[in-house]
């Protein structure tokens, strides 16, 4: 858990119909506990070209197309007491997703789906299907639905290594941005190993910065390589307009293969707010989540960690990625520094609440 950038989630912009419905607002980011325990099924086996070498822009549209899909959600809401309406309203988002398999699974983002009464996927043909979610994990703001869909209309995505991405490689986002379905946008990777906040605040490592134009209704859709393979789902951008401007982030590739059906989704958790330390090197604490890892280990806010795991910890940023790359149950030492004393002690990792 870090204090950092709160740029807009980039869920569609949700058009509200109904009773008591008001102007339009974005879609709404609650928590489903029932949706974190399970998730996608087998890794992607194909897509409609194998591609092994790089493509043009109009090269990796024609291969990636028919993967991609639009995702329309209707939620439901109670109106407030003071609404001259009463009773209950429904608001329509829109977002994009892609196949994941034949199976008919899709990956698209949680905050996409969290908490939709229904939800129905267009494919490239104009075709439409109701879609129900199988499992989610807010945590990478990762979630898979299912379509009873003929296998005609399956057209799976082949997933890229993300960990082989460099800044400059070439990259092409599909999806929907205000409901324009078979957008394309292409650009560069413009940077690795950033940290988002996911939609339950917790933080997202290892996530990719590309200034391909990403805006609203493009949350879920595919990020690909030159050889048209996924290497991240399209989730937030920067910005201080709530449109693109040139800075958007994208879960990386790697997060959707490691998700296994039937097994739970853990994360490593340590159980701190943590900031750059002002005055010298390090990841200050600022507040420390009771009965946490940390909070047992003995540490406290104000306290700054200098080395996680014989990890050299310079800033917030370290300390995030240094967790990130643990597993629950892991032991590790950590040393800090509190009133000028360095002290060192042991603590076991966690797993990160839902």
């Known amino acids: 858990m870090l204090r950092k950038r709160t740029p807009y989630l980039i869920a569609a912009a949700a058009l509200a119909a109904g009773a008591g419905a008001g102007a339009g607002s974005y879609a709404a980011f609650g928590g489903n506990d029932a949706k974190t325990t399970t998730v996608v099924q087998q890794a992607a086996v194909g897509s409609t070209a194998a591609a092994t070498k790089a493509l043009t822009v109009n090269g990796v549209y024609k291969t990636a197309r028919n993967g991609v899909v639009e995702i329309t959600t209707t939620s439901t809401s109670q109106s407030s007491g003071g609404s001259p309406f009463g009773g209950s309203q429904q608001s329509q988002a829109q977002g994009s997703g892609f196949v994941y398999d034949t199976a008919g699974h899709i990956v698209t983002n949680d905050h996409v789906v969290d908490g939709a009464n229904s939800i129905s996927v267009t494919f490239a043909d104009g075709t439409k299907y109701s879609a129900k979610v199988v499992g ?4 990478s703001d990762l979630a898979v639905i299912k379509v009873d869909a003929p296998s005609g209309k399956l057209h ?3 997933l890229g290594d993300s960990s082989a991405l460099e800044v400059g490689d070439g990259v092409v986002a599909i999806g929907s941005p ?10 560069i990777v413009s940077a690795l190993n950033r940290h988002i906040s996911s939609v339950n605040n917790f933080t997202i490592s290892g996530v990719i910065q ?16 030159m050889s048209g393979e996924v290497v991240g789902v399209n989730s937030q951008i920067e910005s201080d307009s709530g449109g693109n401007e040139g800075v958007g982030f994208a879960v990386p590739s ?14 490593p958790y340590l159980g701190v707010y943590v900031q750059t330390a002002a005055n010298r090197p390090g990841a200050q604490i600022g507040r420390v989540q009771s009965g946490s890892p940390a909070a047992d280990a003995g540490l406290k806010a104000g306290d700054v960690i200098t080395d996680f795991g014989g990890e050299s910890i310079s800033s917030a940023n370290d300390l995030t990625s240094a967790v990130g790359s643990k597993q629950p149950g892991d032991k590790v030492s950590v040393t800090y520094v509190r009133k000028g004393s360095a002290t060192t002690v042991d603590l076991t990792i966690g797993t990160r609440p839902s």
């Open 178 to 187: 205000f409901g324009l379905e078979e957008t394309v946008t292409a650009g």
């Open 136 to 139: 989610a994990d807010p945590s």
């Open 210 to 225: 590309t200034d391909a134009a990403i805006n609203h209704g493009n949350s879920g859709g595919p990020l690909l390589n």
């Open 254 to 267: 790697n997060t959707v293969s490691s998700l296994v059906k039937g097994q739970k989704v853990e994360h």
């Open 156 to 158: 799976p995505l082949n």
